[in-house]
């Protein structure tokens, strides 16, 4: 099995204000700092069926990942396949919280390739995915409510 990483963040904004930001995939490089570039390889910009290559900065590892949106639930979840290097599942999955605004949850299982440690790599490297997705989240909730 693959390591799993989930992180979840609050946002003070309502999941339809969350979705309309998240569902803008060719915008997820101003929030996350370890995507550098999307380009799509599809005709579809959302939904099922959207392919992208997104260039990835972490630390001093760079990649293309291919990304697939296999599930796409308005308002609610995109998921993801990964079919570069790095291959695997994630999703983003948004949940109205009780003080109106929004639970963002963020899940991923990454496998990683031999030449970047393999199973040993992804399980050493969980810390800091964690790290950098967490502080994503706060900059995509920034982002949200700077205005």
């Known amino acids: 099995m693959r390591p799993g990483i989930t992180v979840t963040i609050h946002i003070p904004a309502s999941p339809a204000r969350v979705w309309e930001e998240v569902a803008q995939l ?12 999307i380009e799509f390889r599809s005709e579809e910009r959302r939904g099922p ?19 697939e949106v296999t599930a796409w639930e308005e308002g609610r979840r995109i ?6 290097a790095f291959t695997g599942v994630g999703e983003f999955v948004l949940a109205e919280a009780g003080d109106g605004g929004t639970d963002f949850t963020w899940s991923e299982r990454i496998a990683f ?3 970047f ?31």
């Open 79 to 84: 998921a993801v396949e990964h079919r570069g």
């Open 113 to 115: 390739p031999w030449y």
């Open 26 to 37: 060719d915008r997820h490089v101003e929030w996350m700092t370890d995507a550098h570039r």
């Open 117 to 147: 440690g393999g199973r040993p790599g992804a399980w050493a490297a969980r810390p800091i995915f964690r790290w950098v997705w967490r502080r994503n989240l706060a900059r995509l909730r920034a982002r949200l409510t700077a205005r």
């Open 49 to 67: 069926g959207t392919i992208m290559a997104v260039e990835t900065r972490f630390g001093p590892l760079r990649t293309t990942d291919l990304i």
